[in-house]
């Protein structure tokens, strides 16, 4: 049986298979699809229906059972997640697990697709590292740099923050000149 | 205790493949998925025959949420009595739709693994309930 005390490996694992036999854009049409229209219909009922208090709900109960190392932060227009521990990267970096090039970028593909729909924008930065940054705001509220220092929980605060590679994401864009320090904490 | 909710992907990467690429393209997936992903388990079956069997299945159910599953070692081979599937319940429990072919992967990844392993595989049964072995190449059925 395939479970799931193994799943990020062979979740990893297909995202790789998928590339080699249909191609790049077949693994973002299986993060859209598959992930964020089929496997987290949950989360997707929970944010479009409740809005941040939905994302509150549904990322408790995910990280909880991932057991994941990471910190809410909620503002009057803003829901905030610092990962300083993914479970799902610190899976495959202590198992030497890369069989897909941009493991990452997963979490994108699907959560963008819902927040979408659920009038929301994402801002979020990640570090290839096992940590990471989001703040879901209103589809309105509209930013022209990243967030500020959101205090000691902000994962841009820990010393080894400035590690491997950093893609960012504003206004739900990827921001193409993301340098090593265009996301840090100011 | 593992992260359930990962259930429903798996459930939905197998519909996705299927409706998108076809029956065909699905079980390549799962083939492969053991030629590639499950190798090193293959290669401990191989060495460690149907004791390592044992150890592996039962740990492994041992360690899924919930579920009802017994992994013995008998006359004809390593012998697995699923008579709750933790995936099959946890997908129902969450009332999604399960694809019909949803049960096949255990047919064709392990047949897989065993065939690299020069074991082999039979399985009766789905839908929450079914009974498997892992048996020896030429040993008795």
Redesign the interface.
């Known amino acids: 049986?395939?479970?799931?005390?193994d799943?990020i490996?062979?979740?990893d694992?297909?995202f790789e298979?998928l590339r080699r036999?249909?191609g790049e854009p077949?693994v973002r049409?299986?993060w859209v699809?598959?992930?964020s229209q089929?496997?987290?219909?949950?989360a997707r009922e929970l944010i479009v229906g409740k809005g941040f208090d939905g994302m509150y709900e549904y990322w408790a109960h995910?990280l909880e059972?991932?057991e994941a190392g990471y910190t809410f932060d909620r503002g009057d227009d803003y829901f905030r997640i610092d990962m300083v521990d993914c479970p799902s990267k610190g899976h495959l970096i202590k198992r030497g697990l890369a069989a897909y090039h941009d493991y990452c970028e997963h979490c994108i593909g699907w959560i963008k697709p819902l927040m979408d729909d659920a009038g929301f924008m994402i801002e979020h930065e990640h570090n290839h590292a096992g940590q990471c940054w989001w703040e879901m705001r209103r589809a309105a509220d509209r930013l022209t740099t990243p967030p500020p220092d959101r205090g000691p929980h902000d994962v841009r605060n820990l010393p080894n923050w400035q590690q491997a590679q950093h893609d960012v994401f504003l206004n739900s864009e990827r921001l193409e000149d993301d340098t090593d320090d265009v996301g840090a904490a100011v | 205790m593992?992260?359930?909710?990962?259930?429903?992907?798996?459930?939905?990467?197998f519909?996705?493949i299927h409706d998108?690429?076809g029956k065909e393209?699905l079980i390549?997936?799962w083939t492969?998925?053991a030629h590639?992903?499950h190798a090193d388990v293959a290669a401990r079956f191989r060495t460690g025959g149907l004791e390592e069997v044992r150890r592996y299945w039962a740990d492994?159910?041992a360690?899924?949420?919930g579920g009802d599953v017994q992994v013995s070692l008998t006359e004809t081979g390593v012998e697995i009595d699923?008579r709750d599937?933790?995936?099959i319940r946890w997908l129902k429990d969450?009332s999604r739709e399960i694809i019909p072919c949803y049960c096949e992967?255990?047919h064709y990844?392990s047949t897989a693994i065993a065939d690299q392993a020069e074991m082999r595989f039979a399985l009766t049964g789905g839908g929450g309930t079914c009974h498997q072995v892992f048996g020896l190449r030429g040993g008795p059925v």
């Open positions: 049986m395939i479970g799931v005390q799943f490996g062979y979740y694992w297909t298979y036999n249909f077949a049409d299986f699809r598959a992930i089929d496997s987290q219909t949950h995910t059972m991932e | 593992s992260a359930g909710d990962f259930y429903y992907a798996i459930n939905a990467t519909r996705f998108t690429y393209a390549d997936y492969s998925m590639e992903y492994y159910f360690a899924e949420p699923v599937c933790p995936a969450g992967h255990c990844v």
